[in-house]
């Protein structure tokens, strides 16, 4: 087999969903798991739509994931003289036709169609016309171009690797439009000319493209050219079964980066999907790719999780050496040292959480609501007696402490260690007391607990 070649061959139309992105990894774990190339193809032939904006943006979003292409990205527009030519070259032999029909007129068929019971495709009213009436025609009326594939006989075969051979009766297809009536091209004929031009070997995407890869196999043929061996995954849908949408609970890969996302966290969840039997411990794209197996993606749809994505995110952090996580923990607390971070690691489900924690590094950090009504049920004469006892013990074993205050207090239990949790560290949960004691040393606990009066007081 000559080398593997896939594409990620995004319409510059808009941000990049989860949908497409996942798309992009599929293509791109492929290509690393068989030593092969990964190339980037904007497909911006559809002019009006297409904006810089939206290339810089998949490019920066790509990069954030790590989903590196080879070479410089490519331009479908690039190739506008090769999907002339193909055109001209199935107009010369009568597989590409002009058609004149107005949009009424295709209605009015579709709906007759129907109403006998068939299947509402063109009628083929044009294909009959000569050269040159069609030539003369396309002088002063509008027009567009479809291909001739209803009037060709037999199948059409779909070399699938997820699903075998698919086959399509050429009598069950229709015969597409190709170029619309202001000249541009629809995706049918640049999509496959240029995977041909760009030699990709292997073209995973999504299973709502089947019926197009029909017409695609076919007009590869027609050109005399190899089509690509297609990979048809299942798609991604929302959480609620239904197609994938805002409401659904899909995201822009730039909302998920604002909103503080590890990209290793998409990388995994998206990976994942339809393909469980990768190893727990395939922790890096390296490791994915090497664990990937295309035979093993879903043919059926599956549903996306924001709480898988987010489950993930937390294992990673979890994970992470703890200088790493410094440097993303001080873009939220700028004061954040070392052994604050080591700290609280295993408590940390988003790095913001770290804000919780805030009175571990500033002694008078003021309190959240909740935690505040904690320290005041408690009361200031409580905080009063927790100081006078730590003044004296001369030591900071965080057993003996509670003790002491148990016995001079008479709390216990959770009513005993919250108000101490809260005071000391700024959160209800956390790190064990004995290991935020070591942390604040005994000038730090007798800061908070000073402080804490004031609080209560205030
Ligand atoms: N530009 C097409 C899309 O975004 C490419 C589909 C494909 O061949 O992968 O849907």
Redesign the pocket.
């Known amino acids: 087999m000559s080398a593997v070649v896939t594409r990620f061959?995004?319409?510059p139309t808009g941000l990049l969903h989860l949908g497409?992105v996942r798309?992009a990894l599929l293509n791109w774990l492929y290509a690393h798991k068989h030593g092969g190339r990964f190339l980037l193809r904007f497909?911006d032939t559809d002019r009006g739509r297409s904006e810089e904006q939206f290339m810089h943006a998949i490019e920066e979003d790509l990069n954030w994931l790590g989903l590196n292409w080879d070479g410089e990205a490519l331009f479908q527009s690039q190739h506008a003289d090769h999907h002339r030519q193909a055109l001209e070259q199935l107009a010369s032999v009568g597989l590409a036709y002009r058609c004149f029909c107005s949009e009424s007129q295709l209605t009015i068929d579709r709906k007759l169609a129907t109403s006998r019971g068939l299947p509402p495709r063109y009628s083929g009213r044009c294909r009959p016309l000569s050269a040159r009436e069609s030539g003369t025609r396309g002088q002063d009326e509008p027009f567009v171009w479809r291909m001739a594939v209803h009037a060709d006989e037999g199948e059409v075969v779909v070399a699938d690797a997820l699903r075998n051979d698919v086959h399509f009766a050429l009598a069950d297809l229709d015969d597409p439009v190709i170029v619309r009536s202001d000249g541009s091209f629809t995706?049918l004929l640049p999509?496959a000319v240029d995977d041909a031009l760009d030699g990709i070997t292997h073209?995973m995407?999504g299973d709502d493209?089947l019926t197009n890869s029909a017409y695609q196999v076919w007009l590869l043929q027609k050109l005399g050219y190899q089509p690509p061996v297609y990979l048809h995954h299942g798609l991604l849908l929302g959480k609620d079964g239904s197609k994938l949408s805002k409401r659904s609970g899909s995201h822009s890969v730039a909302e998920l980066r604002h909103a503080g996302l590890l990209p290793e966290a998409l990388v995994q969840s998206l990976a994942r999907l339809g393909h469980p039997n990768i190893a727990d411990d395939a922790l890096d794209a390296a490791a994915l790719a090497d664990a990937f197996d295309a035979h093993h993606v879903s043919t059926s749809a599956v549903r996306w999780s924001d709480d898988e994505m987010w489950r993930w995110h937390t294992r990673l952090l979890h994970q992470m050496p703890a200088e790493q996580l410094l440097e993303l923990v001080q873009m939220h607390q700028p004061t954040a040292d070392l052994t604050f971070v080591q700290l609280i690691q295993p408590n940390l489900q988003r790095v913001e959480d770290v804000a919780g924690f805030r009175r571990l590094l500033h002694g008078r950090a003021p309190l959240g609501l909740k935690e505040l009504a904690v320290a005041t049920e408690a009361g200031a004469g409580f905080y009063a007696e927790a100081l006078r006892l730590w003044r004296i013990s001369g030591h900071t074993e965080w057993k003996a402490w509670a003790n002491a205050i148990k016995s001079e207090t008479g709390r216990s239990g959770r009513n005993l260690f919250m108000p101490l949790r809260v005071a000391l560290s700024g959160a209800m949960h956390g790190p064990e007391m004995s290991a935020v004691l070591a942390c604040l040393g005994k000038d730090g606990v007798d800061e908070r607990l000073v402080d804490i009066q004031e609080q209560i007081a205030a």
């Open positions: 061959a995004p319409s497409n798309t497909e995706f999509n073209a995407r493209h």
